[in-house]
């Protein structure tokens, strides 16, 4: 999994390269499809309506795709790290990422109901599509904040550590808000739900991290 001297900024293998392609075009590819999402679903509220809504009705597969789109971002991801991470940071983080490319995967098949609907009237759907949040929200933020302590140093990454590192900030801040949004909706008004924007924020932090991560490595490819 790890070399035992650090790689050199020039030393990219053609798998890395791959990975490099796979993160960050599924990550481009992803933010498209958000943007496009919001354009042909404009009946959704994007303060109160998660995202994942937009995976109902007539154009419920640009939604579909977005998590595809970032299933695959992530295995791209592991891709390009593999050779590079050591020790419990680097297996962590990979084993986050794993998680996250399964959930968001899971999450493409089974969409969830409309927000607000009732226990004893949910589908199996929605019930495989929440367990799907539960395995790949975690992970990626495991894997994200792992993975960039792994790497953050190492000379391929070293001078696109700030960005790296604050795209995955934004994604458990993010996370969290999105914790309180659910919580606060839970307690108050239906009225007073405001999860749609921290929940935008975390699909846009998915992007932004595996395309932080992947272009030094593609900048590097190409300069070669």
Known sequence: MATDTPQSASDVSPVQVMGAVLGFFAGAVA????????????????????????ALGQFGWVQTFWFAALAVGCIGAILLVWRENAGVLGWGGITGLAAAAT???????????TLGTSPEHAS???QLHGIAAMIG???????SLLTTLAVGNLPLWVESKRPLMAAAHLFWVSFALTTVAVVSAIWQAPEANWIGVPNRLLGIAYSLWLMALSWPALRTAAIK
């Open 31 to 54: 933010l498209a499809l958000l943007l496009i999402a919001h354009a042909v679903g404009p009946d959704l509220n994007p303060v109160s309506h998660a995202l994942s809504e937009y």
């Open 103 to 113: 959930g968001l995967a899971m999450a493409a098949c089974f969409p969830m109901d």
């Open 124 to 126: 199996l759907s929605n």
């Open 137 to 143: 929200i975690p992970g990626f933020l495991m894997g």
